[in-house]
């Protein structure tokens, strides 16, 4: 996932061919014994590439495990000090990265079972998985990720998310549909240009939504410290792929420019043609019926939100000073904790009246 991140702590070697044999033997076999299945993410070029700054490896997580997602940096953390007995170790949401044999940086990721693939397919070949996904977001208005593979993140006209729906977490199924080889991918890369290949022949491939102008500022950030995604730029530039667009269907890279650089113009139509995109993929994996259900707890929730906070703001806090509306919103945390769980919290809410709430409210505010 990137070496460096032990330099300010230890000496942090990179490694030639075959000491990065060495070392992911090492841990493979040690992680196999211990926890179970354990994969190196593949990688092309591996004989001819001078060094290696760290080695990323894929763990199932035991099925004897019973904790949430939540707990897994934790869980590989200890698995770490316990079995490899160092105390150099680094989280990044869920890769665990640590310093092995005292100069030798790697990175383990672990997974669940039936999203294993996934994260091969989402971590595999470098930048491969980003590099598609760039492709998801403009031509489909979608995701691709290595947690929830392709999703959509359904949004108001104002660019609040009002959740989030799976479409499908099979490498075969994305692929295809983002207008990608699956035969091709499934034989391999050997080389950073059969990447290139196999991303620019895609028939959706738009050579400027990689431009840095085309990223949002979480992209930008992200994407201008990893070596191969700015080899691909450059390359693209070099090459004059940089301004080929093979479908010229809408898409939401076309507004965006204008939308986020020259003052929000265009923002109607940008969010227009990213809502029937997604309105469509969502009937192409027939989803129809998770957005209903989504909208229906949106709207819910709104409602919910809406009324306690007219509850609050006109009933309770009206004509206080700001030390007493201070004084009352550390109280607040009474009313909320009264309830077991939030639908007990909705269902109170949606089924009372405001002067039933605010009566309630206020019989924790004087305690």
Partial sequence: MGGGLFKDKTEILRMDWNQFQKVEEDVLSISRREIGRAETVRFYESKKRKSFGDIDILLELPSSYSGTKEFYPKFLQNFIYKTFQTHLIHKNDDVVSFVYGKHYQVDLILTRLEDFELYH????????GNLMGRIAWDKKAVQLGHKKGLSINYEDREDNIIGNIVLSKS?????????????????????????VDFVVNNPNFNGRIYDWKYLNNENRTRNVK???????????????????????????????KNR??????????????????????IRDFHKEHDLEVMLNEYRTQKTVADKYRHVIKEKILNNLSNKEKKEIGQKLGRFLDSFSNKDAYTEYVLNHTEEEIEKYIKGFILL
């Fill in 171 to 195: 490498p075969k199924e994305i692929l295809e549909y983002l207008g990608f080889d699956y035969k091709v991918y499934s034989k391999g890369f050997a080389s950073f240009k059969e990447v």
């Fill in 226 to 256: 990893r070596k191969s995604y700015n080899t691909f730029v450059r390359y693209l530039y070099r090459t004059g792929l940089i301004r080929l667009n093979r479908n010229p269907m809408p898409s939401v890279a076309d507004y965006w």
């Fill in 121 to 128: 397919f989402y971590f595999d070949y470098n930048d491969l």
């Fill in 260 to 281: 986020y650089i020259y003052n929000n113009e265009n923002k109607d139509i940008t969010w227009e043609i990213k809502h029937q995109l997604q309105l469509q993929t």
